[in-house]
């Protein structure tokens, strides 16, 4: 028996071939704009084996509402990478000191025809806090992606 490595593991097709099938959804950009009248948007980037989708979402800025918005982003990004059979809400999301260091946690609820869980997740923030919230949709929703991906 192997263990997988990395981010990839092998199956054997039925033609004896091995195949290669990433495990989870990368983060691959993230962009965060703001207007002078004060609305922000947030677009995230997601990859998984070559193929990229986006999610968006914008409104009023502030310190809090800029998080908030970002994380809306992952949400809407991972929502289009499983063409919408997951559905996910952003229940919260806070920008903590702790430890000498900024952590961002959101509370995300998963909805669904025969799904229902709270998913939460952090990220350790060194610059970019509204890049660590989006970061951190995707730490809350990596087992529920797996599962997901797994399973199609």
């Known amino acids: 028996m192997s263990v997988p490595t990395g981010d ?3 199956s054997t097709s039925a033609s004896g071939q091995q ?7 990368r983060f691959s950009d993230f962009a965060f704009t703001r207007t002078p009248s004060g609305q922000c948007t947030a677009e995230v980037e997601l990859e998984y084996e070559g193929q990229k989708v ?5 409104g009023q800025s502030s310190p809090l509402a800029d998080l908030r918005v970002a ?7 991972l929502e289009q990478f499983t063409d919408h059979s997951l559905v996910f809400e952003l229940i ?14 959101v509370s995300v609820a998963l909805r669904g025809s025969d799904a229902q869980a709270r998913l939460v997740g952090c990220y350790l923030v060194e610059s970019d806090t509204r890049r660590g919230a989006a ?16 399973t199609r």
Do not use: H, M, P
């Open 8 to 10: 990839q593991f092998a």
């Open 19 to 25: 195949t290669r099938r990433a495990e989870r959804v």
């Open 54 to 58: 986006a999610g968006r979402s914008s």
């Open 71 to 77: 994380a809306e982003a992952a949400l809407r990004a």
């Open 92 to 105: 919260g999301v806070k920008l903590i000191r702790a430890f000498d260091a900024n952590l961002v946690i």
């Open 135 to 150: 970061v951190a949709v995707l730490n809350a929703t990596n087992r529920i992606l797996g599962n997901y991906i797994s």
